[in-house]
């Protein structure tokens, strides 16, 4: 659900980065109290069309009944309609529409030595996670290895380095720069899954890291979890979030549609039943009869029309953001899934 949110502050964080935080009523207090690593889709209308974007909660999370933080990182996109806006129009007192926190890519705070590799932008959701780990769980460790371009376009530099203050024996702070030599640390260059290979054993007991965490480009993420596996750490101890999908394949051929297929699709409680038509997603299927089906932004990335198959097949064209325990237990993107059977049933409620 949307609620129209006042900017309360507009904070440049580097020549192409805007850090966005809202006021949160009172009464909205408990809908926007986000656990560490969830997101928020904002929305906005340009010449009749609407505009929805993801951005991760960078602020730590908040225990009731403190007043939640929401507070995201925005990095300017070439392009970008709603990147360009905020980095250059939004200013505090205006009003934006913001869905209440959604996403999977989290960490409730629990003992053990964690570990993540972000790259860029995908350093937000990562701050947000172990800023509250390391608060509120005195017999948790934490390892960042981020990459970044250069130290000028390095989102939250100040934020991160406040944790290696506040917690030197349990914040561990690896930063590589892929365009720019560093005064000391680690050589520049690509983050890569031969790169990480190598570097990884020599930073951390790797088999003892109770949890990865993986988040920023395509490029990167696929070459960390490929490393990991390399080196022999489960899947199910790997958890990611894709923030720019330039470098994936394309999605294969698609198979041919059945003539005619039904959807029937459960939302907030109610039923409907509708007709496909030719080309359309599910999700555009269903959003021709309720303008409240969950997106943000229809490309396979953010995991917001996450739904479960309950009836016949679908074909998903790609899938940046379901785990795979996830596909294996039959929830798919609506965003990205085509009918494959004549009959094809959704739950947007499980």
């Known amino acids: ?29 408990e809908a926007y109290r986000h656990v560490p690593g969830q997101h928020l889709a904002l929305r ?21 009944p403190g007043e939640p933080v929401l507070r995201v990182g925005i990095r300017l996109v070439e392009g970008g309609a709603f990147s360009t806006y905020a980095f250059k129009e939004l200013a505090v007192g205006d009003t ?25 932008s995908g350093i937000t959701p990562v701050l947000s996670i172990a800023a509250t780990l390391l608060a509120r769980e005195p017999e948790a460790r934490f390892c960042l290895i981020r990459s970044d371009r250069s130290a000028a376009s390095t989102m939250f530099l100040e934020e991160t380095a406040d944790l290696k203050d506040r ?29 990480l290979s190598g570097l990884l054993p020599a930073l951390l007991p790797v088999a003892d890291i109770d949890g990865w965490l993986l988040c920023g480009p395509f490029g990167l993420v696929q ?25 994936a394949p394309a999605p294969a051929a698609p198979a041919a549609a059945p003539a005619h297929a039904t959807l029937t699709a459960t939302l907030d ?32 990335v953010c995991g917001t029309c996450r739904a479960f198959l309950v009836k ?15 596909t294996e237990a039959g929830y798919v993107l609506a965003c990205q899934s085509h009918p494959a059977t004549g009959e094809v049933e959704l739950d947007f409620d499980r």
């Open 269 to 300: 409680g109610r039923s409907g039943n509708w007709p496909v038509r030719e080309g359309e997603s599910l999700l555009e299927t269903v959003l021709r009869a309720r303008a409240d089906a969950p997106y943000a932004c229809k490309g396979g």
């Open 96 to 120: 934006v529409d913001v869905m209440e926190p959604m996403g999977r890519f989290v960490l409730p705070p629990r003992a053990g030595h964690f570990a993540a590799i972000v790259g860029g």
């Open 167 to 195: 917690y030197p024996e349990r914040f561990q702070l690896v930063t590589v720069l892929s365009r720019e030599e560093q005064q000391s640390g680690l050589p520049s260059g690509r983050l890569d899954r031969e790169r």
């Open 1 to 29: 659900m949307f609620h129209p949110l006042r900017v309360s502050e507009v904070e440049r964080l580097t020549d192409d980065a805007v850090a966005v935080t809202f006021a949160v009523p009172p009464e909205l207090r």
């Open 312 to 326: 016949g097949e679908v074909r998903m064209e790609r899938n940046f953001a379901l785990e795979p325990e996830e």
């Open 223 to 247: 070459g960390a979890e490929r490393a990991l596996h390399g080196l022999g750490v489960d899947r199910g101890r790997i958890h990611q979030e894709i923030f720019h999908v330039d470098a």
């Open 44 to 64: 906005r209308g340009v010449r009749g069309e609407e505009i929805r974007r993801t951005y991760s909660i960078c602020a730590p999370a908040v225990e009731a």
